[in-house]
């Protein structure tokens, strides 16, 4: 018995070493992966009640040559605690900008949201990097929405405030996604100057059937309107979830019932009508 405890120890051992090893070469290969070009950014539709197109969100997508996919919920975390995440989010926000471009040329005329972790956005110089991406492209601010998390709103409140006031001067709107996720208390909402919440899949999935998930939609969707705050209700995949949405007067969702994340080239080839349903 003895024995056979060390062998286990010895084992589980083992599998950190290699854990430890493959999280080492994931993140030497994600360096690489940008000058390689192996990102790539995708865009799904947010869109009205008439199934109209109002908006998209900006997904970042790696395809590795040796990995093939590599899904954002390991290689965006991994970013996140390396702090790699901050060039990636630079490399990003040029990306919308080009896209944003190309989609006014084409006569698309809606903003785009791009996800801006923490990190990213307490970056010393992030207002001026802001600032000069969307110079360098001759882009408007009122074209880009921030979707930033509850977790920045944890500590530095007022340096956090001041930041996005300068945001919003040059007429970035602000996104609160995985909205009812975090941890963080409500109190920040009157405080901050924002536009719109994200509910959060999670809870989208649980409409109709579940009365707790469908409670919790509802109240995000009453609390936003008493804020004055727009709403955006992500993975939406039935008729049953958009039917609740719409009739609870959401402005718009996303998810696969509209729209799979699409590369924005195939996107603007193909002119996406989204449908009502
Ligand atoms: P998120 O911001 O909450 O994005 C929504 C996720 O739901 C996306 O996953 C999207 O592909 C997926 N989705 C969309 N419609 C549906 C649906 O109808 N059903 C289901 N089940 N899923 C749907 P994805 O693309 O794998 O991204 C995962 C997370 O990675 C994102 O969650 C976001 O937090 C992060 N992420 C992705 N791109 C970026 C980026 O450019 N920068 C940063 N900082 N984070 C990113
Ligand atoms: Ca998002
Ligand atoms: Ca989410
Ligand atoms: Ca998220």
Redesign the pocket.
């Given at each position: 018995a003895k024995s056979a405890g060390r062998n286990q120890i010895a084992f589980f051992e083992g599998n950190m070493q290699t854990e430890v090893e493959h999280r080492l070469t994931l993140e030497r290969d994600l360096a690489k992966a940008l000058e390689q070009n192996e990102l790539q950014m995708v865009m799904?539709a947010q869109v009205n009640y008439a199934g109209v197109a109002v908006g998209a969100e900006?997904?970042?997508r790696w395809h590795s040559k040796e990995r093939g996919m590599v899904?954002?919920?390991i290689f965006?975390s991994l970013a996140e605690e390396s702090g790699l995440?901050v060039k990636?989010?630079d490399w990003?926000l040029s990306e919308a900008c080009n896209i944003l471009k190309s989609l006014q040329l084409e006569g698309h005329h809606f903003p785009l949201s791009?996800?801006?972790?923490p990190k990213q956005f307490r970056q010393k110089d992030f207002v001026d990097k802001v600032t000069a991406t969307l110079a360098a492209q001759e882009i408007s601010g009122k074209n880009l929405i921030f979707?930033v998390t509850e977790g920045l709103f944890i500590d530095n409140l007022q340096e956090t405030i001041a930041r996005m006031s300068k945001l919003s001067a040059l007429g970035i709107r602000f996104s609160i996604?995985?909205f009812g996720t975090g941890y963080s208390s409500l109190n920040y909402l009157k405080r901050l100057p924002l536009y719109e919440l994200k509910i959060?899949?999670s809870f989208v999935q649980d409409i109709p059937g579940d009365a707790n998930g469908t409670a919790i939609v509802g109240s995000i969707l009453s609390m936003a309107k008493q804020f004055g705050l727009k709403v955006v209700a992500?993975?939406?995949?039935t008729e049953e979830q958009a039917n609740y949405l719409i009739a609870n007067d959401c402005d718009s969702m996303?998810?696969?019932?509209y729209s799979r994340?699409t590369a924005p080239d195939v996107w603007m080839a193909n002119q996406i009508q989204v449908k009502a349903q």
């Open positions: 799904q900006l997904l970042m899904s954002p919920a965006i995440i990636l989010g990003v791009i996800n801006v972790s979707e996604d995985d959060d899949k992500e993975g939406v995949e996303q998810g696969f019932l994340p």
